[in-house]
Structures are given as C-alpha cells and as structure tokens.
Nanobody, 123 residues
Framework: EVQLQASGGGLVQAGGSLRLSCAAS????????IGWFRQAPGKEREGVSS????????YYTDSVKGRFTLSVDNAKNTVYLQMNGLKPEDTAVYYC????????????????WGQGTLVTVSS
C-alpha cells in the first residue's frame, strides 16, 4: 500500500521560505510520478510541481517557477518542495501525490494522495 506523509507547512510572512517534505512508502516500482498540489480556499486544486522518476523530468506551474524547487532524496524516499519568496497567493493546503505512471506532470489524475499540510503566507 502506497503511503504519503506530508509535513512542513506553517505560517510565514511574505518573502519568507518553507520546505515541505513528503515521505513515501509502499512503491513496487522505481519509476513513478510524484509531486505537490495545492488548494486555496474557494479555488480548485492545482498542480504545483512534480517529477517523473523514470527520467528525472520536473514540472512547475508558471506561478512558482524561479521560487520553488522540487528535490528527491532516494535514500530517504522523501520528496521536498523548497518554497522561497512566498507570496500571500501561495496560501493553500498543499498535498503530496504519487502515481505508478510516469510523466503525469501537473495533471490531477494521480492515484495516491497524502493528507494536506497548510501553508499560510501573511502580507
């Protein structure tokens, strides 16, 4: 059973930084898509960043390019999202998701979802 445990959310002032962590377990393959999504109050869930482990391709939504960085620690089976230059519009519940299919990018059709972690950016 695939399990995803997200952590690292919190309250930060605009311009600050946070690092989200997603500890993953239960994969039966070394190739999969894993990423971060977010849902702000009153808005639809959207893709933030993901990686396809088959070839290392990473994806970022335009609004976070240059500010957010996704990385993977294979030894710890953990995916990180380093968020710098946070803006109030980044406020949302952030979800980690994974899927055995490679190359899903920022689509929402991931099979496995972790619990969310709240990120609040004050102005």
């Amino acid at each position: 059973e695939v399990q995803l445990q997200a952590s690292g959310g919190g309250l930060v002032q605009a311009g600050g930084s946070l690092r989200l962590s997603c500890a993953a377990s239960g994969f039966t393959s070394d190739e999969y898509s894993i990423g971060w999504f977010r849902q702000a109050p009153g808005k639809e869930r959207e893709g933030v960043s993901s990686i396809s482990t088959s070839d290392g391709t990473t994806y970022y939504t335009d609004s976070v390019k240059g500010r957010f960085t996704l990385s993977v620690d294979n030894a710890k089976n953990t995916v990180y999202l380093q968020m710098n230059g946070l803006k109030p519009e980044d406020t949302a519940v952030y979800y980690c998701a994974a899927d055995p299919r490679a190359g899903l990018g920022l689509l929402l059709r991931y099979e496995h979802w972790g619990q969310g972690t709240l990120v609040t950016v004050s102005s």
